[in-house]
């Protein structure tokens, strides 16, 4: 890219090398951007001749061009691109999401020195209309061939980012406790209501047991039948292991445990296991406080349908300290 000084008339089209200001201090046209045949009637009106403006050398690739292109190629799913000011487009989801993000493609991608990607948090929850993430480039252009050495890594990698929607998501929730279902269901149901209403889903199916294994296996049985994007046991007890009453009512309905013990804080007693396609979730004393805690990391990619692992639940320790 250089930078030279071209008589207004022949200006059109061309990149604004810096900041024209009126003579009070007002900004009039911003760095970078391109002049029309309009902004050059306003410079005339301004007195000026001249112009300093940018000009793509070969081998290189304007700024606008550069970040539509990786854009388009790190993202899928429910969102939208629109290129804003300055080298720059912003990924907007077009649907309440769960915004799923490739950690370490993203890290390599950002070692370039070409252009960086800021994206939210792998798993965040995002309305529509929310920005999810912004691709920059450097000032005017990139090279063409650090350029293509990204879009090579995207097209063989995949997508950076999936902004995955929440469609149709149906929460049910089995309550427990020792001596009265009732009883967790009173201290619990106004919290649970208001958690899974933020995160986009819909409380439609409860029930409460005692916290025996038959009762608590027989009860996960008729909520299965429901075919609801996830179960919730809401306990008053917590549990010591796969091997407690939980645990043990799991095996008898034929679930897998997935993971007990999760790397967050509050939350670190979950228990988490799958009935087919169908998560099931104990987390004691996540029921009680609308406060961040594990189910706010891994409600929104179970309703968004995303079967998350054990792997991926041991990872959350990076920022699991959430309060």
Not at 203 to 225: F, I, N
């Amino acid at each position: 890219m250089r930078a030279l000084t071209v008589d207004l008339q022949e200006s059109a089209g061309r990149i604004l090398c810096c900041t024209i200001f009126r003579p009070g201090g007002r900004k009039l046209l911003a760095k970078g951007h391109v002049l029309s045949d309009e902004d050059i009637r306003l410079l005339q009106t301004e007195g000026m001749q001249e112009v300093w403006v940018t000009e793509l050398e070969e081998g290189e690739v304007g700024e606008d061009e550069a970040v539509m292109a990786v854009a388009e190629a790190m993202c899928c799913g429910s969102v939208e691109i629109r290129l804003a000011a300055g080298g720059r487009a912003n990924l907007i989801a077009t649907a309440d999401s769960c915004v799923l993000v490739d950690d370490e493609l993203l890290k390599q991608i950002n070692c370039t020195a070409s252009v960086v990607i800021a994206t939210v948090a792998n798993y965040r929850h995002v309305k529509a209309g929310e920005r999810v993430a912004t691709i920059k480039s450097a000032p005017f252009a990139v090279a063409k061939s650090q350029l293509e050495a990204v879009l090579s890594i995207l097209n063989e990698r995949g997508a950076i980012l999936q902004a995955r929607p929440i469609r149709n998501p149906s929460v049910a929730v089995l309550y427990t406790d020792p001596v009265h279902g009732d009883r967790a269901r009173t201290l619990f149901e106004p919290v649970v209501r208001t958690r899974v209403e933020r995160l986009s889903g819909n409380l439609r199916y409860s029930l409460s047991a005692v916290e025996d294994e038959e009762s608590v296996a027989r009860g996960l049985q008729h909520l299965l039948r429901t075919k609801p994007s996830v179960i919730l046991i809401g306990s008053t007890t917590a549990p010591a292991g796969p091997e407690d009453v939980i645990g043990r009512a799991f095996s008898r309905l034929g679930a897998q445990v997935e993971r007990f013990l999760a790397p967050v804080e509050p939350g670190n007693l979950m228990l988490l296991a799958y009935k087919d396609d169908i998560p099931i979730v104990s987390a004691p004393c996540c029921f009680r406080s609308a406060k961040p805690n594990v189910l706010d990391l891994i409600l929104p990619p179970m309703l968004a349908k995303y079967r998350i692992s054990g792997w991926e639940i041991a990872c959350l320790g990076h920022g699991g300290l959430l309060n």
